[in-house]
């Protein structure tokens, strides 16, 4: 019997253990199957942060390196520096590269560091049990912003793709989201180039992409990509955000 | 071989290409400057690569990647410099990643000042990171052994998969002093089956510290006391200078040790019967030095701190024998008469200074 569908070999046999409802697992798969795709599971090293993306260290096929709260893009530029031929990526949430890795997420896009970067932003620190982050919507309740976060005491949200796409190491940097059927298939796509932009050595990849947090929104599966559409699609601007003329002739 | 006169961060600089460093991280901060300088200058036309990183932070978690690599790597800094590294040397021990870390101490506490100081004693050997790790500190005292310590310092963080520090201070890193380039013999140092670099033909490798599972998280500190008791056993050094028949005893290392030799022969030259130990690894602590304190009937400890390497000797020493200690502070040096009369005001000994 023809096969039509299957776990892509860019992921290992562990099944996830993301909370019910959480996009992660979408996340996971599409970077699986673009590693095999593209056929360099045996020449990729990931970087996994701290917080649920952490656990992403073993679920990918190829080799991984777990660094500290938010030193994920430091670590893979060591990596990247001894290794140029190697693709190496980092998959981080918007805790890691918006707030405590934001030195970090600034200077590997302003030198060009031809790494990808892979930020899930779900508008909380999710592993710690859903507290403010940067990428907090105005408004939002959170554990430490029970009122809604009020943009008049601790400032707005972060639109870091958006940020890091004005420094000129960055290359392509894309906005995406996972809500939608066609969203993911978008998403993908994005994800694609992000590795072909390294390796063919052009600079610096980001892709950000809108994720879910039922545990932490304390909400439906069904009703977190409801809340994801209404309160952060109007947020955070979506789209191929740079895409230099290198990449463009890719 | 070549003798060079050179500052002691050139030293280290030059000892580090030679010892095959093929990457270095570093951030600029006085007074441990010259090191980046050096290798920005020269690792980039041996080969290798040098970034100056947006901080010490970034500096060390590149360290961290590269060694998962299994290059051999370096980062240097100074005091406050070196505390912003201490979360990455957690890491590096938990990850059992060997990266050569140099500490050109200056004084402090906070930004301090620029002088020779010992008071990164204590961030040094006790784990100035979280949660309880041990890291070879190695401490040289002139230029020679910059060089030579900071090439052994490779092997070491290669045989034991562990981060290694050289504790240097100011007056070391700035003085000028002949070196001769001298070539280690090739060590025999176990392969590093444990890298990363893209999984092709083998199975999938991963380095990282963390344990969610307290199961696993007590095997995996076992290991590491295991690992620590067998550095322990196997790498404490010291200089013994005319210890062997002492009835008194200085205990310095670095800057003091060597100011200490001099107080020893002018003290010997009076006719008292003084020795010097002068701790090499600081980590382990060298307490085989003092197995045999037979005939000594007291200990001076000299630092460039408020008392902290102090302590060691006293653990080492057991209440055998009565320990006292002299210091200075904020980046002066004792002079050798001063410590000679420190000598003669503690034991009750008339020397002439």
């Given at each position: 019997?023809?096969?039509?569908?299957?776990?892509?070999?860019?992921?290992?046999?562990?099944?996830?253990?993301?909370?019910?409802?959480?996009?992660?697992?979408?996340?996971?798969?599409?970077?699986?199957?673009?590693l095999e795709?593209?056929?360099?599971?045996?020449?990729?090293i990931?970087?996994?942060?701290?917080?649920?993306?952490?656990?992403?260290?073993?679920?990918?096929?190829?080799?991984?390196v777990?660094a500290?709260?938010?030193?994920?893009?430091a670590?893979?530029?060591?990596?990247?520096?001894?290794l140029p031929?190697?693709?190496?990526?980092?998959y981080?949430?918007?805790?890691?590269?918006?707030?405590?890795?934001?030195?970090?997420?600034?200077?590997?896009?302003?030198r060009?560091?031809k790494i990808?970067?892979?930020?899930v932003?779900?508008?909380?620190?999710?592993m710690?049990?859903g507290?403010?982050?940067?990428?907090?919507?105005?408004g939002?309740?959170?554990t430490?912003?029970?009122?809604g976060r009020?943009?008049?005491?601790?400032?707005?949200?972060?639109?870091?793709?958006?940020?890091?796409?004005?420094l000129?190491?960055?290359?392509y940097?894309?906005?995406?989201?996972?809500?939608?059927?066609?969203?993911i298939?978008?998403?993908?796509?994005?994800?694609k180039?992000?590795?072909?932009v390294?390796?063919?050595g052009l600079g610096?990849?980001?892709?950000s992409?809108?994720s879910?947090?039922?545990?932490?929104?304390?909400?439906?599966?069904?009703?977190?990509l409801k809340?994801?559409?209404?309160?952060?699609?109007?947020?955070?601007?979506m789209?191929?955000?740079?895409?230099?003329?290198?990449?463009?002739?890719? | 071989?070549?003798k060079?006169?050179?500052?002691?961060?050139?030293?280290?600089?030059?000892?580090?290409?030679?010892?095959?460093?093929?990457l270095?991280?570093?951030?600029?901060?006085?007074?441990?400057?010259?090191?980046?300088?050096?290798?920005?200058?020269?690792?980039p036309?041996?080969?290798?690569?040098?970034l100056q990183?947006?901080?010490?932070?970034?500096?060390?978690?590149?360290?961290?990647?590269?060694?998962t690599?299994?290059?051999?790597?370096?980062?240097a800094?100074?005091?406050?410099?070196?505390?912003?590294?201490?979360?990455?040397?957690?890491?590096?021990?938990?990850?059992?990643?060997?990266?050569?870390?140099?500490?050109?101490?200056?004084?402090?506490?906070?930004?301090?000042?620029?002088?020779?100081?010992?008071?990164?004693?204590f961030?040094?050997?006790k784990?100035?990171?979280h949660?309880?790790?041990?890291?070879?500190?190695l401490?040289?005292s002139k230029g020679?052994?910059l060089?030579?310590?900071?090439?052994?310092?490779f092997?070491?963080a290669?045989?034991y998969?562990?981060?290694?520090?050289?504790?240097?201070?100011?007056f070391?890193?700035?003085?000028?002093?002949p070196?001769?380039?001298?070539k280690r013999?090739?060590?025999?140092?176990?392969a590093?089956d444990?890298?990363?670099?893209?999984?092709?033909?083998?199975?999938?490798?991963?380095?990282?510290s963390?344990?969610l599972?307290?199961?696993i998280?007590?095997?995996?500190n076992?290991?590491?006391?295991?690992?620590?008791?067998e550095?322990?056993?196997?790498?404490q050094?010291?200089?013994?200078?005319?210890?062997?028949?002492?009835?008194y005893?200085?205990?310095?290392y670095g800057?003091c040790?060597?100011?200490?030799?001099?107080?020893?022969?002018k003290?010997?030259?009076?006719?008292?019967?003084v020795?010097l130990i002068?701790?090499?690894?600081?980590w382990?602590f060298?307490?085989?030095?003092?197995?045999n304190?037979?005939?000594?009937?007291?200990?001076?400890?000299?630092?460039?701190?408020?008392?902290?390497m102090v302590?060691d000797?006293k653990?080492?020493?057991?209440?055998?024998?009565?320990?006292?200690?002299?210091?200075?502070?904020?980046g002066?040096?004792?002079?050798?008469?001063?410590?000679?009369?420190k000598?003669g005001?503690?034991?009750?000994?008339?020397v002439?200074?």
């Amino acid at each position: 019997m023809q096969r039509v569908f299957g776990r892509p070999k860019g992921l290992t046999e562990l099944p996830f253990h993301y909370c019910p409802g959480c996009t992660h697992g979408v996340i996971h798969r599409l970077i699986g199957e673009v590693l095999e795709e593209l056929d360099i599971i045996g020449d990729t090293i990931g970087v996994a942060p701290v917080g649920c993306a952490g656990f992403s260290l073993d679920f990918f096929a190829c080799d991984f390196v777990g660094a500290a709260h938010g030193r994920a893009q430091a670590v893979a530029t060591g990596i990247k520096r001894a290794l140029p031929d190697k693709v190496v990526f980092t998959y981080q949430g918007d805790g890691d590269i918006a707030a405590i890795g934001t030195a970090h997420a600034i200077h590997v896009a302003a030198r060009g560091e031809k790494i990808t970067s892979i930020m899930v932003n779900n508008a909380v620190f999710g592993m710690t049990g859903g507290q403010m982050a940067p990428t907090t919507i105005g408004g939002q309740i959170t554990t430490t912003s029970p009122y809604g976060r009020d943009c008049a005491l601790v400032g707005t949200p972060i639109d870091m793709p958006k940020t890091v796409a004005t420094l000129n190491g960055a290359v392509y940097v894309a906005a995406c989201s996972v809500d939608t059927p066609k969203n993911i298939i978008q998403t993908k796509k994005c994800l694609k180039k992000a590795f072909q932009v390294q390796q063919a050595g052009l600079g610096y990849a980001l892709v950000s992409i809108l994720s879910t947090c039922p545990t932490n929104w304390g909400l439906s599966p069904a009703d977190s990509l409801k809340w994801l559409q209404e309160n952060m699609l109007p947020v955070y601007e979506m789209g191929e955000l740079k895409v230099t003329e290198e990449v463009k002739a890719l | 071989m070549s003798k060079e006169l050179m500052k002691g961060n050139e030293a280290i600089g030059e000892a580090a290409i030679r010892a095959g460093c093929k990457l270095f991280f570093g951030y600029p901060i006085t007074p441990s400057t010259e090191i980046v300088e050096y290798l920005s200058k020269h690792l980039p036309k041996a080969g290798g690569t040098v970034l100056q990183g947006e901080d010490e932070v970034a500096s060390i978690n590149m360290c961290y990647g590269a060694a998962t690599t299994g290059a051999r790597v370096m980062t240097a800094s100074s005091s406050p410099g070196f505390s912003l590294k201490q979360e990455g040397m957690s890491y590096l021990a938990a990850a059992e990643l060997p990266v050569v870390v140099v500490n050109v101490n200056r004084t402090g506490p906070g930004l301090g000042g620029l002088g020779p100081s010992q008071s990164d004693y204590f961030q040094c050997t006790k784990g100035g990171g979280h949660g309880g790790y041990r890291q070879i500190v190695l401490a040289p005292s002139k230029g020679q052994e910059l060089y030579d310590f900071t090439m052994e310092a490779f092997d070491l963080a290669d045989k034991y998969r562990t981060p290694v520090v050289i504790l240097s201070d100011g007056f070391l890193g700035q003085m000028m002093e002949p070196v001769e380039l001298k070539k280690r013999p090739k060590a025999e140092l176990p392969a590093k089956d444990w890298a990363v670099g893209g999984c092709k033909g083998r199975a999938k490798r991963k380095v990282a510290s963390y344990s969610l599972t307290n199961e696993i998280g007590e095997v995996n500190n076992l290991h590491w006391e295991a690992k620590f008791a067998e550095m322990k056993d196997s790498l404490q050094r010291w200089e013994s200078f005319h210890a062997e028949d002492a009835e008194y005893l200085i205990v310095g290392y670095g800057t003091c040790g060597r100011i200490a030799k001099s107080v020893v022969l002018k003290a010997r030259k009076q006719g008292f019967k003084v020795g010097l130990i002068r701790p090499i690894t600081l980590w382990p602590f060298p307490e085989e030095a003092f197995a045999n304190l037979d005939g000594v009937k007291g200990i001076l400890t000299v630092e460039l701190n408020f008392g902290q390497m102090v302590e060691d000797v006293k653990l080492a020493v057991e209440c055998r024998t009565p320990v006292y200690f002299h210091n200075r502070l904020g980046g002066m040096l004792p002079s050798e008469n001063e410590i000679l009369r420190k000598l003669g005001q503690v034991f009750d000994l008339a020397v002439e200074v």
